[in-house]
């Protein structure tokens, strides 16, 4: 299979949600607000693409001032997010995989900055810095895009960071960064819980396809009090209907990693 962190954080989550958005391809709708959001994360990351390659970005950077203001916020860092060519080489949508325990793990870096010596890992937030950033160190992201890299290139693990910009609630509209370097032990960590979940996620596919038994659902309750699926997995109290009417025919991958196009 193919399998990016967002894949695996849901399957941390919860193996039953995996078995329906993952394998069946079930896709949980997002509401109003969420969708909006989104669209304008994903705008910014189509700025930001043509921006790295040198295009024009005014006609994306018009159609939204939050859009504007996160692009002047960049414009303010372009020293440092946009090196000289001579100095170092940059990509943005880069994609990195590798094979493990028979599946493909692929990371898209939203933008990537790769010295002789060292090796930076950008990824752009439209939304606030969290206030507790361990979660996010502790996330598959943080902990697979390092990993993604070592095995695909000459960096040493201590070469590596992961770079997280906020460009919502930063002071007088300053962005925030978040700066996890990577070191061999977390490399080693990583490489560790990665083949526990493929093992236990080949135990359960086998058992799927061969018997139909379903995934384990979540031990954690309180994941299933927001979930779409509590109908269908008896752990909640939306009607069956409500429930059915949420679970629309797309594709849960296509949220969460949306292949750029060039803006015109
Ligand atoms: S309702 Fe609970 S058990 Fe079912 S898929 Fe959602 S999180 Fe998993």
Redesign the pocket.
Same mark, same amino acid.
Request: hydrophobic letters at 35%.
């Given at each position: 299979m193919k399998l990016s962190q967002g894949n695996l954080t849901i399957l941390d989550s919860?193996p039953?949600?995996f078995q329906?958005t993952v394998l069946e391809q079930l896709a949980v709708p997002q509401r109003g607000e969420e969708w909006e959001k989104m669209q304008l994360g994903s705008q910014f990351h189509q700025l930001m693409q043509q921006r790295s390659q040198q295009l024009p970005i005014e006609a994306i950077a018009a159609t939204d001032p939050d859009l504007r203001r996160w692009f002047e916020a960049v414009e303010a860092q372009s020293a440092d997010l946009f090196p000289d060519a001579g100095e170092a080489w940059t990509d943005s949508e880069h994609v990195r995989t590798m094979d493990w325990m028979g599946h493909t793990i692929v990371g898209v870096y939203d933008y990537v900055v790769l010295r002789s010596d060292s090796a930076q890992i950008l990824d752009w937030k439209t939304y606030p810095k969290p206030v507790d950033s361990r979660r996010l160190q502790q996330s598959w992201q943080s902990k697979l895009y390092p990993l993604l890299l070592v095995s695909s290139s000459n960096y040493s693990p201590a070469t590596i960071e992961m770079r997280y910009w906020f460009f919502q609630g930063g002071d007088q509209g300053h962005p925030h960064m978040l700066r996890f370097e990577s070191s061999a032990a977390a490399i080693a960590e990583t490489a560790a819980a990665l083949t526990q979940r493929l093992t236990a996620l080949n135990l359960w596919r086998s058992a799927y396809e061969l018997t139909g038994e379903s995934f384990p659902? =979540?031990e954690t309750r309180q =994941?299933?009090e927001t979930?779409s699926?509590?109908v269908r997995?008896d752990?909640?109290n939306r009607s069956l209907v409500e429930s059915d009417l949420m679970q629309l025919e797309t594709a849960w991958d296509s949220i969460e990693e949306v292949e750029l196009t060039q803006f015109p």
């Amino acid at each position: 299979m193919k399998l990016s962190q967002g894949n695996l954080t849901i399957l941390d989550s919860c193996p039953r949600l995996f078995q329906y958005t993952v394998l069946e391809q079930l896709a949980v709708p997002q509401r109003g607000e969420e969708w909006e959001k989104m669209q304008l994360g994903s705008q910014f990351h189509q700025l930001m693409q043509q921006r790295s390659q040198q295009l024009p970005i005014e006609a994306i950077a018009a159609t939204d001032p939050d859009l504007r203001r996160w692009f002047e916020a960049v414009e303010a860092q372009s020293a440092d997010l946009f090196p000289d060519a001579g100095e170092a080489w940059t990509d943005s949508e880069h994609v990195r995989t590798m094979d493990w325990m028979g599946h493909t793990i692929v990371g898209v870096y939203d933008y990537v900055v790769l010295r002789s010596d060292s090796a930076q890992i950008l990824d752009w937030k439209t939304y606030p810095k969290p206030v507790d950033s361990r979660r996010l160190q502790q996330s598959w992201q943080s902990k697979l895009y390092p990993l993604l890299l070592v095995s695909s290139s000459n960096y040493s693990p201590a070469t590596i960071e992961m770079r997280y910009w906020f460009f919502q609630g930063g002071d007088q509209g300053h962005p925030h960064m978040l700066r996890f370097e990577s070191s061999a032990a977390a490399i080693a960590e990583t490489a560790a819980a990665l083949t526990q979940r493929l093992t236990a996620l080949n135990l359960w596919r086998s058992a799927y396809e061969l018997t139909g038994e379903s995934f384990p659902q =979540t031990e954690t309750r309180q =994941t299933c009090e927001t979930c779409s699926f509590a109908v269908r997995c008896d752990r909640g109290n939306r009607s069956l209907v409500e429930s059915d009417l949420m679970q629309l025919e797309t594709a849960w991958d296509s949220i969460e990693e949306v292949e750029l196009t060039q803006f015109p």
